[in-house]
């Protein structure tokens, strides 16, 4: 073997082995970046479903509270009602009481169905206060739920936010480590197709 066939074996060599180091860095970069990026996507994923969840419970607290507001509102529709029937009714009762002072004969009778008349409609006005009350506190329930779901509406999208930067995130290093994979697939085709003396030619 000549001088010259000595030398292009060991330089062939030497390019061999640093292509070899190379593409084994390049392929350890790769899935050191694939194995972030993997963690990332599972985190992604967990936050997701964390903020479905919330975004579910939210929807069923509104709906709760949309519940609560209708019935807090038929309570004071019904109350209203019920105070417009007792001012009527004190109203008549009222007029029956003066026309009882002025008719005594009829006075007896009419005190009567006054007081009766009285009787119901205090009955009716302490049965419309506690429909207030009631309402009152549904109302305060309704607005506490609101603001409840509010929150919990607004702690599902930041959650969606950050849910949706680790996904891009994500995104951004399986494209850095395909591209490394790549780049490292073609160092190694280059390599293979490099031109190699003829060792037997220059025996």
């Known amino acids: 073997m000549s001088m010259r066939a000595i030398s292009n074996w060991r330089a062939h060599g030497k390019a061999a082995l640093s292509v070899k180091a190379t593409r084994h860095q390049h392929a350890g970069g790769a899935r050191r970046l694939l194995l972030r990026a993997r963690r990332l996507l599972l985190r992604a994923r967990r936050l997701l479903l964390r903020a479905r969840r919330l975004l579910l419970r939210a929807r069923r607290l509104l709906l709760r509270a949309r519940r609560l507001l209708l019935r807090a509102r038929r309570l004071l529709l019904r109350a209203r009602r019920l105070l417009l029937r007792a001012r009527r009714l004190l109203l008549r009762a009222r007029r029956l009481l003066l026309r009882a002072r002025r008719l005594l004969l009829r006075a007896r009778r009419l005190l009567l169905r006054a007081r009766r008349l009285l009787l119901r409609a205090r009955r009716l006005l302490l049965r419309a206060r506690r429909l207030l009350l009631r309402a009152r506190r549904l109302l305060l329930r309704a607005r506490r739920l609101l603001l409840r779901a509010r929150r919990l509406l607004l702690r599902a999208r930041r959650?969606?936010?950050?849910?949706?930067?680790?996904?891009?995130?994500?995104?951004?290093?399986?494209?850095?480590?395909?591209?490394?994979?790549?780049?490292?697939?073609?160092?190694?085709?280059?390599?293979?197709?490099?031109?190699?003396?003829?060792?037997?030619?220059?025996?």
């Open 159 to 203: 959650l969606l936010l950050r849910a949706r930067r680790l996904l891009l995130r994500a995104r951004r290093l399986l494209l850095r480590a395909r591209r490394l994979l790549l780049r490292g697939a073609r160092k190694h085709q280059r390599a293979v197709n490099t031109p190699i003396a003829d060792l037997h030619g220059e025996l």
